[in-house]
């Protein structure tokens, strides 16, 4: 991929759109999300010269928020840059949830928006979204990293810059750009510069020296450390390990970080925080433990077990991040260790190998011995078998076989299912708990194959989220947009959309989107007839019970509609009946109209605790 734009436009003057389309091409970029209308319709002429080139390629969403989430599991699955656009008024008031959720969870988005012609603001321009009408740019304000008008066309392109930069800022999160049609239409007085966009976008890899001298010294004297591994650890699997191996410590996910650790793991204790295992708070309470370590998270009330001082938030906590926002939630840690994760890590290993140079020697002779390859393989053998070390709150439970189906049944039947390459997103709602406590697929991360000639999809890439949630904004139906990016970004993998019924019913339109652009996505509606988080949330506070229940659909009615093949699972034998091999394989969408027993009781204590 070139790096300098000067080398692919030799022109004075070219369209806005056309130098849009040019930049976001030189980024690697491959699809624009959105819906089309009348002051969008530059960026969508340049749009179909670049798919004419083999270029970038529009995907038409349903519901702008849609396209939103999209665009963000795109980022989120590839490291791009996520790009969006809509057109004004409702258009873009549509797109504010999907923005505010990528804010929250830092993806690095950029949001195209039009308005009227500048000509025409002021004068009660038909969805007039200017200051003068209903103002996009001063609603975008509190959910953006950048947010501007463009008000001058020789603003474009270093506002255009700007936006992107920032997106890719720490925290990464979404920009926002508001372009007047009549700018949208015009051409820029351009003059081919050497601008290297590798160049702008590298990030010097930061670390506190002191820091890392006073978190060797922290780690020296421990006698027994527990990690906690957050969202923000992604891409460091590899270390983290290394560091639970070297000091011999137990480790725990929050709710976003399970997604990059290997659930297997026989130092693993579960997660902490929503719809975590006691096990994991056992881990943090046992009276030996001296020093908590966390790595990348947020520690708001989704991942802190609702800021838990017992377990979590006391002066045993070491606090590792590249957000510094993070820190004022731990502010209570008796370190803060700021700068680039990995580095750190690293740094932290170099020091712990120097100190035990003579051991790892030994351990390195050991390693070469019969006795311990025979006990290498035996430990392939346990984790092949798939034993958790850690503690489930109803364990009996996954191995009922009832009519309806139990959740804790469908969620552990689903990695015994689908292949190891499978992509699973869980939606908000009772969905969520249940596959964060009960959905542990295997990842093969921890024992890599050496024969590099297997297929791709028996392996995962290193930051490749095994469950892939929306945290701490939480937006229902966002799994059914997200899983459609998802599924771009990886088109040979097969990607799950776990989705309760009432998600499904505000976003489910979007299932069209996968049956247009053929993607291999498996819609998993859990279908209990409720908004069962808001129905057992109500009992367990001893609340009124109203306002809760949906009406029996029968969702793969509604998908065969539609042309989309899909089957209603009713019983554990309809489950094991399908032939995934086919569905994963299949050029297109699947709906599986889940019915579960909507009496069990989702694990959502630590929410309501947060709610008291």
């Not at 080139?53 to 396209?67: P, S, Y």
């Not at 510094?324 to 502010?331: G, I, L, Q």
């Not at 993998?493 to 652009?517: K, R, W, Y």
Request: glycine share 6%.
């Amino acid at each position: 991929m070139s790096s300098v734009i000067s080398e692919v436009i030799k022109i004075d003057e070219i369209n806005t759109c056309d130098l849009l389309i040019r930049y976001l091409e030189e980024m690697g970029v491959e699809y624009i999300f959105g819906i089309p209308g009348g002051a969008i319709e530059p960026l969508y002429n340049a749009l179909a010269k670049s798919e004419k080139r083999g270029g970038i390629r529009a995907i038409t969403a349903r519901h702008e928020t849609g396209a939103v989430f999209m665009a963000d599991a795109y980022a989120r699955n590839t490291g791009k840059l996520g790009v969006c656009c809509s057109t004004t008024g409702p258009g873009a008031t549509n797109m504010i949830t999907g923005i505010a959720s990528s804010y929250e969870n830092n993806t690095p988005l950029l949001i195209i928006t039009p308005q009227a012609s500048q000509d025409k603001l002021g004068k009660k321009a038909m969805q007039e979204s200017g200051d003068t009408g209903v103002n996009i740019v001063g609603m975008l304000e509190f959910c953006t990293r950048y947010n501007s008008c463009v008000t001058h066309i020789a603003q474009f392109e270093q506002k255009l810059v700007s936006a992107i930069m920032s997106a890719f800022s720490m925290p990464n999160g979404p920009s926002h750009l508001s372009i007047p049609a009549d700018i949208l239409k015009g051409l820029v007085n351009y003059k081919p510069s050497n601008i290297n966009i590798d160049n702008l976008l590298r990030r010097p890899k930061f670390k506190d020296e002191h820091a890392i001298d006073q978190l060797t010294k922290e780690f020296d004297k421990s006698r027994k450390i527990v990690f906690v591994i957050g969202a923000g650890a992604k891409n460091c699997n590899s270390l983290i390990l290394q560091c639970i191996k070297h000091f011999d410590a137990e480790f725990v996910a929050t709710p976003d970080g399970k997604s990059f650790i290997n659930p297997y793991h026989p130092s693993y204790r579960g997660v902490i925080g929503f719809a975590g295992h006691k096990s994991a708070n056992k881990a943090l309470e046992n009276p030996s433990v001296d020093t908590v370590v966390v790595i990348g998270s947020s520690l708001g009330e989704f991942t802190s077990n609702a800021w838990d001082q017992k377990a979590l938030l006391n002066n045993k906590l070491i606090h590792i991040d590249n957000n510094e926002d993070n820190f004022t939630r731990s502010f209570v840690a008796k370190l803060h260790v700021g700068g680039d994760i990995p580095t750190i890590l690293m740094d932290v290993l170099e020091h712990t190998k120097k100190r035990n140079k003579e051991k790892i020697k030994l351990d390195y002779e050991h390693a070469k011995s019969v006795i311990d390859k025979a006990d290498f393989f035996t430990h392939i053998q346990k984790d092949n078998q798939k034993i958790i070390h850690f503690e489930l709150d109803e364990p009996h439970k996954i191995s009922e076989i009832t009519t309806p189906l139990k959740p804790q049944f469908l969620m552990s039947q689903l990695t015994k299912l689908f292949p190891p390459n499978t992509r699973y997103l869980a939606d908000t709602g009772n969905n969520l708990a249940w596959a964060i406590h009960y959905l542990n697929p295997y990842d093969r991360r921890l024992n890599q194959r050496r024969d590099m000639s297997r297929a791709t999809n028996d392996r995962r890439v290193d930051d490749a989220g095994l469950l892939q949630i929306c945290a701490d904004f939480c937006s229902m139906g966002w799994s059914v947009g997200s899983a459609i990016g998802t599924a771009l970004a990886h088109p040979n993998d097969p990607v799950v959309c776990i989705v309760g019924d009432g998600s499904f019913l505000m976003s489910g339109n979007e299932i069209t989107v996968a049956l247009q652009e053929r993607l291999n996505v498996i819609f998993l509606i859990m279908n209990d007839q409720h908004l069962g988080m808001v129905m057992h949330g109500q009992r367990l506070n001893k609340s009124a019970d109203i306002a809760n229940t949906l009406p029996n659909i029968s969702y793969a009615l509604m998908a065969s509609s539609m042309g989309i093949m899909s089957h209603t699972i009713e019983s554990a034998d309809d489950l094991i009946a399908l032939d995934i091999n086919t569905i994963c394989r299949r050029k297109g969408p699947t709906l599986l109209d889940v019915r579960i027993d909507p009496q069990e009781v989702p694990p959502i204590a630590t929410r309501l605790k947060g709610m008291r």
